[in-house]
């Protein structure tokens, strides 16, 4: 099969159907719009489908022979940012920005289904196409576990398009590869008071100050330098006027940690030191602490299969290349947890970061995309492992 030829044929639609999601972003589970459009793309093509509550759906394509099944994810949200690209196809949606690419993931996975479709009496098994809300606040993967999408599944596989990497290349790397994802929101309550007398209140604004400073400790000294963490305090709103001691203040933060038994203790050492230091300046704490994503793991035969599938569809093999780690959080781990499961990175060139305002996609990396979801379903379904 020669997927990229065939990924390739569909380009104009692939690219057709990224512009008008582009065009029209929506906020994480409220793709109601972007569902919709997905779901006339599956009924054009005969797939049956199910949706999701509220949003996203799954699809279904059964091959003509009996076998193992593999789901290909998406995900379909935008990012409360205002575009500055300049792009004729530029959203349209005030504040809100395809900005990390999931209308590119998205319109990588109906190219699949239109290629796999052709291909489909031949398929020995299942193909789930998984179009997934909500990664931005790492919540849509649960909602889907729950809705049981990933039923049945024995393998899992999804793409994430990266900006600044060479147009084409595709990296993976086996084990952890992306950092378990953690929210916090702390508010110290303490007592208000004239700024000429402060000995009369207990200032929450030192007190957010200092757990502040004794968070990072936890980085520096209470875990191995060798383990990663990284603990910022990105909010901290306190009072309301220049001469007003603050009676409270409210922090929010974010914690990334690779490691899976650390990652578990972080709530309880959050709260210890949170509690413990606002004490100390005569005031209370409450925590909020959400455990948001897990530790993406791929498994090494996961990755296996997808790196030589990989060599199969990229222009060249020097452009399949070994990833590494970041810090970056991404909920297709709570897959992996569940299934045996490979994640990659596809370039897509350009000058600025995801999540940027001014990101720009090349989409000359689509067909790339399109072929390796393809060509990692056949040969799970195709290959020895059936």
């Not at 022979?65 to 530029?90: C, M, V």
């Not at 370039?347 to 305002?357: C, L, Q, V």
Request: glycine share 10%; with cysteine; charged share 25%.
């Amino acid at each position: 099969m020669d997927f990229k030829a065939m990924a390739q044929a569909v380009q104009p639609e692939v690219v057709a159907f990224r512009r008008d999601l582009h065009e029209h972003p929506e906020a994480s589970f409220q793709e109601f719009r972007t569902t919709d459009q997905i779901a006339k793309e599956m009924d054009k093509l005969g797939i049956p489908y199910r949706r999701f509550d509220p949003t996203g759906l799954i699809a279904e394509i059964n091959g003509g022979k009996p076998g193992k099944t593999i789901a290909l994810r998406a995900d379909i949200d935008a990012l409360s940012i205002t575009e500055k690209t300049g792009l004729p196809f530029a959203s349209k949606n005030e504040g809100f920005m395809h900005a990390c690419g999931h209308d590119t993931h998205a319109a990588m996975l109906v190219g699949a289904a239109k290629v796999l479709m052709q291909v489909k009496d031949q398929l020995c098994g299942t193909v789930k196409l998984l179009f997934q809300p909500a990664e931005e606040v790492g919540r849509g993967a649960k909602a889907v576990i729950a809705q049981h999408g990933m039923d049945g599944v024995d393998f899992a596989f999804g793409i994430h398009i990266g900006s600044q990497m060479e147009v084409g290349t595709i990296s993976m790397m086996a084990g952890a590869s992306a950092a378990a994802t953690d929210r916090f929101v702390v508010k110290v309550i303490g007592k208000a008071s004239h700024g000429a007398r402060p000995e009369q209140g207990v200032d929450a604004t030192v007190a957010a100050s200092a757990i502040v400073m004794n968070l990072q400790p936890v980085v520096s000294r209470e875990v191995a330098a060798t383990t990663p963490l990284v603990v910022t305090v990105g909010s901290l709103h306190s009072g309301s006027r220049f001469n007003i001691v603050s009676g409270e203040a409210v922090l929010e933060g974010t914690i990334r940690s690779y490691d899976v038994e650390l990652h578990h203790q972080l709530p309880a050492i959050i709260e210890r030191v949170v509690k413990g230091t606002a004490e100390a300046y005569r005031c209370e704490a409450e925590v909020q602490y959400d455990m948001l994503t897990e530790v993406l793991v791929n498994d090494p035969d996961a990755i296996d299969l997808v790196r030589k599938a990989a060599a199969k569809v990229a222009d060249d093999p020097s452009m399949v290349e070994e990833g590494r780690p970041g810090m970056g959080g991404e909920d297709f781990s709570e897959y992996t947890v569940l299934t045996k499961a490979a994640f990659a990175r596809l370039g897509a060139g350009g000058e600025y970061p995801n999540h940027s305002d001014y990101v720009v996609f090349d989409e000359d990396a689509f067909p790339t995309g399109v072929a390796l979801h393809c060509q990692v379903a056949w040969d799970f379904l195709n290959g020895d492992n059936n």
